[in-house]
């Protein structure tokens, strides 16, 4: 946060900047200077009106040299009716990178200030229009790789995850209140039922936890599966990349003119955004360790939720296969029994006895794009087994809340120690009050300058 917080009329541009592409690029002013600033850059012939939520259609020029630097439109949001709201005007430049860039220096130059990542949504939650969850969810809308994820990022938007966490800070809350009376009113009022307290704190950790389970969903869905394609040399793991990023329900953005290319977390499989860890390029060497590829699946697969060792029909299981096994078995690990066409008509179960168990065991042709159906299912069945998707609520909590919510637990924890113990009633309120701080600081009820800045930092200019 900048000293002069609510004071200067920020200006950021609010797309994606991309010579050549993107038809339209918006750079948008928020502040009590933002009309004044666009009135002297903007000029809209006729006899058009500058009116809140109207769309204006003109030029952006250089208010001294006259010089024209776009055709646009324009959109005047006067506060309290915006996204900050502030006044906020919005140019809708043409796209690609100069008209947009330039439109922004006009700004600045006109008197505004080059916003912070994330300036914008400060100052709605700042402002009170949101609260702390519906501006992390923002950002994770604006993250999203999958539906599940943009799904599980409006839900948070439309506060429902602040709910269920206000409702929980209010029991607290209340609780307190009960307690705090007794040690201010000790004699005028009918003593306090322990066992009352006893069962609502309970009752609130146990509803806390219930949203503490959700928070691996919620990182898996922002973040992806992470899984790992280990496995010796030449057995298909690029293949079966290869075959995998071709399938089309498995690329995230099948739009014409997007990259086919498999990039981190591309692949999308039952609605599970799915980040494959880099195990290509494995070096041919005299060194046996390495030939193998040990090490670098060691390192993928410690990183992964779920490993795919891959091995060769016609080889089946061989030491080095082993070797690779040994080091990964801690993880979720599917056995992908590549190459079966080579060894069509062969009853497998014969042939290749594998001596260690898997969560799943697939066959597959990669080469031949035969299995990875089978392959895609295995995933989730392992993901699910793994409680790594397990959740009936449609929000989930992230890493922050988690931490948070986590805190107060604990405390609510210490609580239900003091009361076991008979420990004097302010014992009970300091922690109850750390409870009630701990669910605050999600939604920004009770919230630092640096946790804001921790939080608003991760957020892209013009957001
Ligand atoms: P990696 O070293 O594990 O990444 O293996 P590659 O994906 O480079 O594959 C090694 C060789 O096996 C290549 O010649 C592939 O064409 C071949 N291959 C991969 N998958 C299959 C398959 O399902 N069937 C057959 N017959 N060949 C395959």
Redesign the pocket.
Same mark, same amino acid.
């Given at each position: 946060m900048t000293d002069d917080t609510f004071d200067s009329t920020i200006v950021a541009i609010a797309t994606a900047i991309v010579p050549q592409q993107g038809s339209v690029g918006i750079v948008r002013l928020s502040g009590s200077r933002a009309e004044a600033i666009a009135r002297r850059m903007f000029s809209a012939p006729g006899k058009q009106v500058w009116e809140s939520h109207r769309i204006l259609y003109g030029y952006i020029k250089h208010p001294t040299t006259g010089v024209v630097i776009d055709e646009s439109l324009l959109l005047v949001m006067k506060a309290p009716r915006s996204y900050t709201r502030e006044d906020v005007v919005e140019f809708h430049c043409h796209g690609g990178a100069i008209a947009v860039q330039q439109t922004l220096n006009l700004c600045l130059e006109q008197g505004a200030r080059l916003a912070q990542p994330g300036e914008f949504t400060l100052r709605a939650f700042l402002h009170g229009r949101i609260d702390l969850t519906q501006a992390e969810s923002i950002n994770d809308l604006v993250g999203a790789r999958s539906p599940q994820a943009a799904e599980m990022a409006i839900a948070g938007l439309q506060g429902k995850l602040a709910q269920p966490l206000r409702q929980l800070r209010q029991k607290c809350v209340d609780i307190l209140a009960e307690i705090e009376a007794r040690i201010d009113f000790e004699d005028d009022l009918p003593p306090l039922d322990t066992n009352w307290v006893k069962i609502e704190i309970d009752r609130i950790a146990t509803d806390a936890q219930h949203i503490l389970d959700t928070a691996d969903r919620g990182e898996l869905l922002r973040a992806g599966l992470k899984v790992a394609i280990v496995? #010796?040399?030449?057995?298909?793991?690029?293949?079966?990349?290869?075959a995998w990023s071709r399938s089309d329900r498995a690329i995230v953005t099948d739009l014409p003119g997007t990259t086919r290319d498999v990039v981190d977390s591309q692949l999308v499989v039952g609605g599970i955004p799915i980040q494959v860890l880099d195990t290509?390029g494995?070096r041919e060497t005299e060194d046996k360790v390495e030939k193998i590829g040990v090490e670098r699946s060691r390192r993928a697969a410690q990183a992964a939720d779920i490993v795919l060792l891959?091995i060769?029909a016609q080889a089946g299981w061989l030491p080095e296969d082993r070797a690779i096994f040994d080091l990964i078995c801690d993880r979720p690990t599917i056995l992908v029994i590549?190459?079966?066409?080579?060894v069509d008509g062969i009853d497998l179960s014969d042939r290749i006895s594998i001596p260690v168990p898997f969560s799943q065991i697939v066959h597959?042709?990669?080469?031949?794009d #035969?299995g990875i159906d089978l392959l895609e299912s295995a995933i989730l069945t392992c993901a699910r087994s793994s409680n790594l998707t397990a959740s009936n609520l449609d929000i989930a909590i992230n890493q922050r809340q988690k931490a948070c919510l986590l805190k107060a637990v604990q405390s609510l924890h210490k609580v239900m120690e003091a009361v076991a113990d008979r420990l004097p009633l302010d014992f009970w309120t300091i922690d109850l009050r750390a409870a009630i701080a701990a669910i605050g600081e999600i939604t920004g009820e009770e919230v630092t300058e640096s946790v804001l800045d921790r939080i608003f930092s991760r957020f892209c200019i013009g957001k």
């Open positions: 496995g #010796r040399p030449n057995v298909g793991k690029s293949s079966l990349l290869n290509a494995i891959v060769d590549n190459k079966v066409d080579l597959a042709a990669v080469a031949l #035969r």
